[in-house]
């Protein structure tokens, strides 16, 4: 017999401490038979519809919808999705759907709802077509799991590694495993278990502890009970701020819940047993600074992932160039996204001065101008072209634009000196042209201020005489308790003392 299965995706890693909002002209939205543009590519959909062709699935396709991590979602791009795939269902209802196999991340946030995948969950449950119609499909292991998902779910499996080399393999896995539910007319419940313990992103990867430990773990579990079909273990996402946001488990069982909620307890136990990964590392500022101090000659790098641009961050934190002019560093640079400091200094004339509030006009965490006395160095329409053409930054074109653009330079009444590329469009830290477009050689610098947690290497590695991680605070935080969780349930580690 062949299989009706309705295909769907809805996918967006929630950055709840960003401003700014992720609207539906955000998403990339493939509808209906679209859904098939994605066949053949490296995706988790396109593994999903690997596995419909291989299976002989009759697919029923909804909707797809992604977009790049971001702000809180606005509450019509989750009823823009409900309608197409509630219309799907309807016109599909009168010859049955057999299944519901999703491609989801598993941590979108919107204005209304906290778990988007767990209200949605229970809304397909409401439909009476899909009151008995399995549900499967695959998540990212950063997703936050909740309560909702796991009781209006049967067999969600999550991808296991970190950099996520393998989305498609486990997309692939969860559409066999979901056909062979059907076929077998056995019934898989979601148990899940979720010890209080928030990991910072740097702590997720999976070739290192605590996650290597975890995996190890629940591929044992896998082994030992034929009956658990999928064990997940969830690094979650700390920034998105909702309850169950953090690390969690789950498990795919035929057999009895009681057998695997046992086995993801020992987990949890795991987990709490190693929980001191979710404490920050690099140094503080201060720290930072002093070693800065040290050396004679630069570039040194102070990489500042709480402002993380490629992460979301506004790039225009202050707290960097404040420290480095208190403890009078010579001859910093600094690049700072703040388009109304621009519009300040534009009449000037180089060599001109004026007293300007300096960033942290976002408002998010961390964000704080800083008032400067400074003088016009230069000004310029703020496009460039990479000089490195494998330069990260690559996959969006070789032309960039960081808009209007003016180059100034600040002294302290300390005596600390530093240039600031101040630009009107936020850029990451990828490609040297940004500097040398504004005719600057970043190997002049004693000190660089990178705002980026990895991506910048390629291009400031190189020419880096050292590199100090700091840990300040800012959206991208390596240090989760400076953030100001709101709906997080406590008491959760490393929040509280556990
Ligand atoms: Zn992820």
């Not at 330069?391 to 002294?411: E, F, I, K, N, Y």
Request: with cysteine.
């Amino acid at each position: 017999m062949t299989k009706r299965i309705l295909i769907a995706g809805l996918s967006h890693e929630t950055h709840t401490f960003v401003p700014g909002k992720t609207t539906l002209d955000h998403f990339r939205i493939l509808r209906g038979d679209a859904l098939w543009e994605a066949d053949g590519d490296a995706s988790c959909l396109a593994g999903g519809l690997a596995v419909a062709k291989e299976r002989r699935w009759r697919v029923l396709p909804a909707i797809h919808m992604s977009a790049q991590p971001a702000g809180i979602v606005t509450d019509d791009v989750i009823e823009h999705w409900w309608a197409a795939f509630a219309e799907t269902v309807m016109r599909e209802a009168r010859a049955g759907i057999d299944g519901i196999w999703l491609d989801m991340h598993g941590a979108m946030v919107s204005e209304s709802y906290p778990d988007v995948e767990g209200e949605l969950l229970r809304r397909i449950r409401e439909l009476p077509t899909c009151a008995d119609a399995p549900i499967g499909g695959v998540l990212d292991l950063h997703g936050n799991f909740t309560a909702q998902m796991a009781v209006h779910s049967n067999a969600f499996v999550a991808y296991r590694q970190n950099p996520h080399t393998d989305g498609k393999a486990m997309a692939e896995f969860s559409a066999r495993l979901l056909d062979d539910l059907i076929a077998s007319g056995r019934r898989a419940v979601t148990v899940w278990e979720r010890p209080p313990l928030i990991l910072p992103p740097t702590a997720t990867g999976t070739a290192f502890e605590p996650m290597a430990l975890l995996e190890a773990r629940a591929r044992g579990i896998e082994t030992v009970h034929p009956d658990i079909l999928a064990v997940n273990v969830f690094a979650g996402f700390a920034y998105a701020d909702m309850p169950d946001a953090g690390v969690s488990f789950t498990a795919v069982t035929v057999g009895h819940p009681e057998v695997a909620r046992r086995e993801l307890r020992t987990l949890g136990e795991i987990a709490m047993a190693h929980k001191h990964y979710a404490l920050p590392t690099g140094l503080s500022l201060d720290e930072a600074l002093e070693r800065v101090q040290q050396h004679t000659e630069g570039p040194v790098l102070i990489v500042e992932p709480a402002d993380n641009i490629g992460g979301g961050a506004p790039g225009d934190l202050t707290i960097v160039l404040k420290g480095l002019l208190q403890h009078r560093i010579q001859n910093a640079g600094v690049a700072i996204a703040d388009p109304e400091a621009v519009r300040e200094v534009w009449p000037l004339q180089p060599g001109e001065r004026k007293r300007v509030r300096i960033g942290g006009k976002s408002g998010g965490v961390g964000a704080q101008p800083l008032e400067l006395d400074v003088e016009l160095i230069s000004k310029s329409d703020g496009k460039f072209t990479l000089e490195d053409p494998h330069s990260h930054m690559a996959v969006g074109g070789l032309r960039h634009d960081m808009g209007p653009t003016a180059v100034v330079r600040v002294t302290s009444a300390q005596g600390g000196s530093a240039t600031l590329l101040l630009n009107s469009i936020k850029t990451a830290p990828m490609d040297l042209a940004q500097w040398r477009s504004q005719g600057i050689n970043p190997e002049d610098f004693f000190v660089i201020n990178i705002k980026a947690a990895v991506a910048h290497r390629q291009a400031y590695d190189p020419i880096a005489k050292a590199s100090y991680f700091v840990n300040t605070p800012g959206p991208c935080a390596n240090d989760v308790r400076v953030l100001p969780f709101r709906r997080l349930k406590r008491p959760v580690y490393p929040l509280d003392e556990l």
